[in-house]
Nanobody, 122 residues
């Protein structure tokens, strides 16, 4: 099983910055994909940013230029640096990790973090 632990959410004023962290632990072979999603009250969960094992990144249009996703493979961790935050960035942010659980059994995994609340005050 794979466990994810998120941290870094909180309350920040408009224009401020936050850095979210997510660390994966447990039994798995490799991680192929890591990402951050968010869900605002009354809205569906949406993609914020993703990064592959090769370092390719993808960002939602709404956060481009303000958000940077990075990963530290040695620590099985992914980070989300968020700058110039806006009230519309207020949401619960979820870490998503996908990979290979057992290479001999060709089994894969996908796990979600518990979510961390980001609140941006105006």
């Amino acid at each position: 099983q794979v466990q994810l632990v998120e941290s870094g959410g909180g309350l920040v004023q408009t224009g401020g910055s936050l850095r979210l962290s997510c660390a994966a632990s447990g039994k798995f072979f490799t991680i192929n994909f890591m990402g951050w999603y968010r869900q605002a009250p009354g809205k569906e969960r949406e993609l914020v940013a993703t990064i592959t094992s090769g370092g390719a990144t993808n960002y939602a249009d709404s956060v481009k230029g303000r958000v940077t996703i990075s990963r530290e493979s040695a620590k099985n961790s992914v980070y989300l640096q968020m700058n110039s935050l806006k009230p519309e960035d207020t949401a619960v942010y979820y870490c998503n990790v996908r990979g290979v659980a057992d290479v001999f059994r060709n089994s894969h995994f996908e796990e979600w973090g518990q979510g961390t609340l980001v609140t941006v005050s105006s």
